[in-house]
């Protein structure tokens, strides 16, 4: 077993290269959050895009956090353990996202974002406003697909 010393010098290496990961995302994405040359404001439609792109950095960072517990040998069996559910959790809350977002553009939205959290789900759709038969089957969709309720559903409609 390793001694205290090893352990913080370990947890100090992932906490660096978190850190660095962070960094080299800023650095990477750092034209995105320039205004346009023509002088005009950022559309919805890069909002999409944009959550997207934040969205997938961000899962791909924590993956590399879990796969870096499972990886270490100075990890506990209990840390390994825990980060393995919690990757096997986060990759079923990408799968239910898609999933969400594919049938509701089916439905013939342009656009649509889902959130799964462990309260609830929000959706945002690419729409000027949800009439009650929109909002209707978007809720009977997301009912389906998880086991959330209508009260757990947020609907944001963005034009």
Known sequence: MLSKKKKIFVLIGMVALLGAAACLNIFLNRNTDKQPADGSNVTYGSFFETYRADRQSTRDQTMLYYDAIIANEASSAEAIANAEAAKLAL??????????????KSLGFEDVVVTNTTENINVIVKSDELTKAEATQILEIITTETDKTALDVRLIPVE
């Open 91 to 104: 990759a079923k809350n990408m799968e239910v996202e898609l999933v969400i977002e594919g049938l509701i």
